[in-house]
């Protein structure tokens, strides 16, 4: 969900953000079925268009509103980025915000143990992530280019979580394109703009 108003936030467009509880005890409101009916996050309404799946929502923020471009023009580093997204949706995301933040920061602020077993085999995974973002990331301030992409919008909510776990600290050693990155994005306005 950050990663759509993190897009709002960057292209200045004035939005509503309604909360939904989609781990309520008594399941996914109704109401919010009918808008997603996979019971997930984020949903998005302009007028009377309605969309679900974070990278649909996004496009569209990026092209239907004015505001600085979230999509490089460039072919090669249009594809870069979405490599990039894709990486983080479909690697990233699980194994550094659920398996190593969920497991060691979240159980620990809800007094719970930790799956240590979990944490062991994310780790290597983890590491492989890390690398290729690393690899695949410009020097220039942000992931690709010289200027905000979809790329940091997607990247940005992961190391927010991912960065308070002990275990950032020896997987990032490294990765010092992405520690450039991380501190330079993490005091962006749209970030504390979109801390709860
Ligand atoms: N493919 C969807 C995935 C959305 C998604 O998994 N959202 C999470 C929150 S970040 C969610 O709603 N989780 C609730 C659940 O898994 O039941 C997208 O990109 O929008």
Excluded at 41 to 67: K, N, S
Excluded at 99 to 120: C, F, H, M, P, T
Aim: charged share 25%.
């Amino acid at each position: 969900m950050r990663i759509a108003r993190l897009a709002l936030e960057e292209k200045q467009v004035n939005y509503r953000l309604v909360e939904v509880d989609v781990f309520a005890e008594n399941g996914v409101p109704q109401e919010h079925l009918k808008r997603h009916p996979f019971g997930r996050i984020p949903t998005f309404e302009h007028g009377d268009f309605h969309l679900y799946e974070t990278g649909a929502i996004v496009r569209y923020i990026d092209d239907a509103f004015p505001g600085c471009r979230l999509q490089p023009t460039d072919p090669k580093a249009r594809a870069k980025m979405n490599q990039m997204v894709g990486i983080l949706d479909a690697y990233a995301y699980r194994t550094l915000v659920w398996d190593i933040y969920v497991e060691r920061v979240v159980s620990a602020r809800e007094g719970r143990l930790a799956n240590e077993q979990k944490i062991a085999a994310a780790l290597p995974h983890a590491a492989v992530c890390l690398s290729e973002l690393d690899r695949l990331s410009d020097e220039a301030g942000f992931l690709i280019g010289g200027s905000v992409t979809l790329a940091d919008l997607y990247a940005a909510p992961i190391f927010a979580c991912f960065m308070q776990a002990p275990e950032a600290a020896s997987l990032m050693d490294s990765c010092e394109k992405l520690i450039y990155w991380w501190q330079r994005f993490a005091t962006r306005d749209s970030m504390s703009r979109t801390e709860s």
